[in-house]
């Protein structure tokens, strides 16, 4: 709702700018000074408006502990980081358009595990916001948590920490997010490739981020995302168009007596079939 009210003070901003340059080219005094106070009062409102958001994010963040072990999923703030999340699409003007959804009927209320391909920080911000009744903590590389006040954000709602240099504490936080699915707690997200594509090609999986799945017998939601490459390009100066595709789910029984590898080239040569595709 915030960001909705937030851009429809950008748009009046926008209205009233064009009135004050209509009047400008006015020799009516009465019809300048009425311009030039609508202006200047929704770009004070504006302001206001960005200053109290960002506050709230920085205050919020405080109240979190970054050594505790936090071992249930917050309401509150699971729901102001995807706040959040949605004000900065908002920002950046992200239209999404998702197919697929219908697909998650075979599953009804289970806790799953995301696999989707990865081109933009936006990438996990845009699943959350699409799947946010549905609670995903989605796994990342150390560094993130190191953010200043998103590292707080993330450790309250869940994520999960990859060190590409310490394979023990890497298998403790894999086994927490088996833990996270079996005690039907959250879901967890993860992008196979590993890292962001920086020329859009589809890197070669991991696989063994499919023993989530395989040990906990989830199903395996797999998404194709598009266009998020373009966020960063465009912002602030034009509309993004992200096209989100539900491209299957996968119940335990449909992977059953299959090998992670197996299970990873399935869902690889799918992906890259649909992204392949759409690009053309």
Known sequence: MYTQVYLFIISLIAAVSNTVLYSISTSDCAVKIIAFISLTTLLISFLTLTILIWLSFIIFS?????????????QFYSKLFNFYYKYLCSLAGVKVKITGLEKFKAIENQRFLLVSNHRSKFDNMIECIIFGK??????????NFK???????????????????????????????????????????????????KDLTLLEFKPGCFKIATK?????????????????????????????????????????????????????????????????
């Open 147 to 197: 953010l200043p006040f998103i590292g707080r954000y993330m450790k309250r709602n869940l994520y999960l920490s990859l060190d590409r240099g310490n394979l023990a504490q890497n298998f403790e936080e894999i086994l927490k997010s088996m833990n996270y699915i079996s005690s039907n707690m959250c879901s967890i997200g993860v992008f196979p490739e590993g890292t962001r594509s």
């Open 134 to 143: 549905r609670h995903i903590s989605f796994i990342s590389k150390k560094e």
């Open 216 to 280: 906990t017998k989830s199903p395996i939601v797999v998404v194709a995302l598009s266009g998020t490459e373009n966020i960063h390009k465009k912002w602030w100066t034009r509309n993004v168009k992200v096209n989100v595709d539900v491209l299957e789910v996968l119940t335990a029984a449909d992977y059953e007596n299959k090998k992670t590898t197996e299970i990873s080239d399935s869902i690889y040569s799918l992906m890259k079939s649909h992204l392949d595709l759409n690009s053309k």
């Open 62 to 74: 405080l109240f979190i502990d970054k050594k505790k072990d936090y071992k249930k999923i917050s």
